[in-house]
Nanobody, 124 residues
Framework: HVQLVESGGGSVQAGGSLRLSCAASGYIYSSMCLGWFRQAPGKEREGVAAIDSDGITSYADSVKGRFNISKDNAKNTVYLQMDSLKPEDTAVYYC???????????????????RGQGTQVTVS
């Protein structure tokens, strides 16, 4: 069983930055695909970014060039650095993990073996 705990959300003005963290416990973290998806009120889940077991990253077109996903296997933590934030980035952001070694953010948004409780990001 894997537990995921997000932190780092908050409110920021457009153009600002936030760094989300997701601490995981309970499994061989480095062999899993990890990532983030988000959900805004009244909208469907949207995959944001993923990092696979080889460290290869992928991003939604809407965040490419602005967001960066990384992981620290020693700390069992995955990060999402969000720069140049826009009001349309406002959503609850969820950390997710899957036993598949390779996946995308959109896959994690549809299904994932584990997900966190979410952290609110508000851009005004």
């Amino acid at each position: 069983h894997v537990q995921l705990v997000e932190s780092g959300g908050g409110s920021v003005q457009a153009g600002g930055s936030l760094r989300l963290s997701c601490a995981a416990s309970g499994y061989i973290y480095s062999s899993m695909c990890l990532g983030w998806f988000r959900q805004a009120p009244g909208k469907e889940r949207e995959g944001v970014a993923a990092i696979d077991s080889d460290g290869i990253t992928s991003y939604a077109d809407s965040v490419k060039g602005r967001f960066n996903i990384s992981k620290d296997n020693a700390k069992n933590t995955v990060y999402l650095q969000m720069d140049s934030l826009k009001p349309e980035d406002t959503a609850v952001y969820y950390c997710a993990a899957d036993f598949r070694p390779y996946c995308s953010g959109s896959y994690l948004a549809r299904r994932s073996d584990f997900r966190g409780q979410g952290t609110q990001v508000t851009v005004s």
